[in-house]
C-alpha cells in the first residue's frame, strides 16, 4: 500500500474530518542556506514532507527576518494548513504568529527559539543549545588538563537562539576554571567566509602562538578558520585546538586528518518530528509538548570520522 493510501487509511479509521497528510499544504519560512547544516536541513524537510504526500511551500529568506516575516503572512492569506518557521533571530515574532493564531494557522519552530510566548506556537523542534555549548566547554577543559589555554571564539548571528544559547553554556562549563580565558569573541554569522575574516583579525590582534583553542558556535565557521589558521603558517587542531558543533561532513573530514579536534552533531531532520506532531494534532486534537529535543552527540579523534564523513556527503549537506 503507498505511503498516501496508507495515510489516508490511517486518518480515516481515527477521524474522517480531518485532513490527511496527502491534504495538507505546509508553508515552511526557512533562513536561508549560511551552512552545510542548514542546506542539509532543507533536503531533508523536502524529503519528509514529500514521504508525506504533503505539499510543502519553500520560502528562503536570505538570513533577513523580514523575509521570514512577510513568508509567514503569505502563508497566512493563502490559507495553508500549518507554518513551519527556523527563526533566523529570537525576537520580533509576536505579531506575526498572533496574525496565524488568529487565523488557525498551527506554527512549529524548526531548530531555533522565540521570545514569545509559547501559546502562539504548537511546538519547538531544537536541540538542547545550551547543552551543546556546556559539551563544547568541557571537551576543551578535558583536553587542556589543567593548563593555560587561551580562547577564541566564533560566534552564531547576533541575537539568534543558538549564538546566545551556546556562549552561555560553553561559559558554563569552562567557569571556575581559571586556566581557561575567551580572549576574543566575534560573530561569523555562522558562514564560512566570515568564520575565516574574522579568524583571521583574531590571528592578527592576539599572535597566533598566543591563541590555544577555537571555538565555533558552528562547524562551518571552524572549516573556515581552519583555512585562516593555514594561511598564518600554523597547524590546525596541534596549534590551536579546535571544537565546533553541527558535526557536518566536512568537520568528520577535518578531525580524520588531524585539522579539527571534536564537533557536536545536530539532526538536520528536525522536520520530521514536527510533521508526526502535526499529524497527531490535526488527526484528534493531541498536544504536544512545547519543546521536542533532539539528541546532541560529541565526536573526537577516537571515531571513524572517514566512516562518518563517507556515510553523511551523500545527505544533502
Ligand atoms: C542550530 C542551527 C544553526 C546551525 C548552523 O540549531 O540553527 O544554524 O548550528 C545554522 O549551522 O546556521
Not at 192 to 216: D, H, W
Request: proline share 3%; glycine share 8%.
Amino acid at each position: 500500500m503507498t505511503i498516501k493510501a496508507t495515510l489516508l487509511a490511517s486518518a480515516l479509521i481515527f477521524s474522517p474530518l480531518a485532513a490527511t497528510a496527502a491534504d495538507l499544504t505546509i508553508g515552511f519560512s526557512q533562513i536561508g542556506s549560511e551552512s552545510g547544516w542548514r542546506a542539509a536541513e532543507t533536503t531533508v524537510t523536502k524529503q519528509e514532507a514529500e514521504a508525506r504526500g504533503i505539499n510543502l511551500k519553500f520560502a528562503d529568506a536570505q538570513q533577513k527576518q523580514e523575509n521570514q516575516i512577510s513568508a509567514l503572512r503569505s502563508f497566512i492569506a493563502q490559507g495553508v494548513d500549518a507554518i513551519l518557521v527556523a527563526p533566523v533571530v529570537a525576537t520580533g515574532w509576536d505579531e506575526v504568529l498572533e496574525e496565524a493564531q488568529d487565523s488557525d494557522i498551527p506554527v512549529i519552530l524548526l531548530d531555533r527559539t522565540v521570545d514569545a510566548p509559547d501559546n502562539l506556537y504548537l511546538t519547538a523542534v531544537t536541540s538542547d543549545l545550551v547543552h551543546e555549548g556546556s559539551v563544547a566547554g568541557q571537551w576543551l577543559v578535558d583536553d587542556v588538563a589543567g593548563a593555560d589555554c587561551r580562547i577564541v571564539e566564533l560566534q552564531g548571528t547576533t541575537g539568534s537562539s543558538p549564538a546566545i544559547d551556546r556562549k552561555a553554556g560553553f561559559e558554563k562549563a569552562i567557569a571556575g576554571h581559571e586556566n581557561l580565558e575567551i580572549v576574543r569573541s566575534q560573530t561569523g554569522d555562522f558562514t564560512r567566509s566570515q568564520g575565516k575574516v574574522v579568524m583571521e583579525s583574531f590571528l592578527k590582534a592576539e599572535g597566533g602562538k598566543n591563541i590555544c583553542a577555537l571555538y565555533a558556535h558552528n562547524d562551518d565557521m571552524a572549516v573556515g578558520a581552519i583555512q585562516a589558521i593555514k594561511e598564518a603558517g600554523l597547524k590546525p587542531g596541534e596549534d590551536i585546538r579546535i571544537v565546533a558543533i553541527d558535526a557536518v561532513p566536512d568537520a568528520h573530514l577535518a578531525i580524520a586528518n588531524g585539522e579539527m579536534n571534536a564537533t557536536i552533531e545536530l539532526t538536520p531532520n528536525m522536520a520530521g518530528p514536527a510533521l508526526d506532531a502535526l499529524a497527531a494534532y490535526l488527526a484528534d486534537g493531541t498536544t504536544p509538548p512545547k519543546w521536542i529535543q533532539t539528541e546532541s552527540r560529541l565526536y573526537t579523534a577516537a571515531d571513524d570520522n572517514q566512516a562518518i564523513y563517507e556515510t553523511k556527503k551523500g545527505l544533502g549537506y
